[in-house]
Structure formats: C-alpha cells, structure tokens
C-alpha cells in the first residue's frame, strides 16, 4: 500500500481543510425528520473548537442548541474526550453507538 489512504476514503480531513465545519447547518438540520432518521450526537466532555463563532460553546451549549433545533433529536451523548471520541474513548463510543443502533433496529 501507499503511503497514504486513497483519497475517496479521506472525506472527514478533506471537509475539515474546505472549512466545511465552519457552515452554520441549522436550516438542514431542521429538515431531517427525526421520525425517518434517528439521530444521535456525541459530544466530547472535553470538547473544543477554533471556530472563532463558537468559542464558548461547550458539550452542554452545542447539545442544547442541537436540541432547539431539532427538539425530537432522539439522543446526546457526552463522552470522555476533546473532538476524536472514537479514538479518545473508544470504549465508551463503541458502546453508546452500539446502543443507539440496538435501540433503533427495526
């Protein structure tokens, strides 16, 4: 294999370097039907952003303002960690992820 991971499979760093995170997505947000799309976010206890409009936002701040967007958002989770909780708290993401989808089987 190459050095690197083929670029098809780099989509998270791709979004990240385009700025992408840096979009306000609440319009979008709303029109997902929580109905149809069970949703989950997970939030790192530890979180922070360089995001000079979100500075203050914590896990708490970003979990509610989530939930003022969506209010039939199905589940938060806040998790040991900063931003990479599959690699910070793999564990404990597993675990949470498992859950939700175990929840939500049809």
């Known amino acids: 294999q190459t050095h690197s991971v083929p670029g098809d499979r780099r989509?998270?760093?791709?979004?990240f370097l385009a700025g992408l995170w840096r979009r306000d997505r609440t319009d979008q947000m709303k029109a997902i039907d929580p109905a149809s799309t069970p949703i989950m976010c997970a939030f790192g206890s530890e979180m922070s952003t360089i995001a000079s409009i979100d500075r203050k936002s914590t896990a708490q701040t970003l979990?509610?303002?989530?939930?003022?967007?969506?209010?039939?958002?199905?589940t938060t989770k806040n998790l040991p960690g900063r931003n990479l909780l599959p690699y910070e708290s793999p564990d404990a993401f597993a675990e949470s992820v498992g859950s939700f989808i175990q929840d939500h089987a049809s």
């Open 11 to 15: 989509n998270a760093i791709i979004a």
């Open 63 to 74: 979990a509610q303002k989530y939930k003022s967007v969506m209010p039939a958002l199905i």
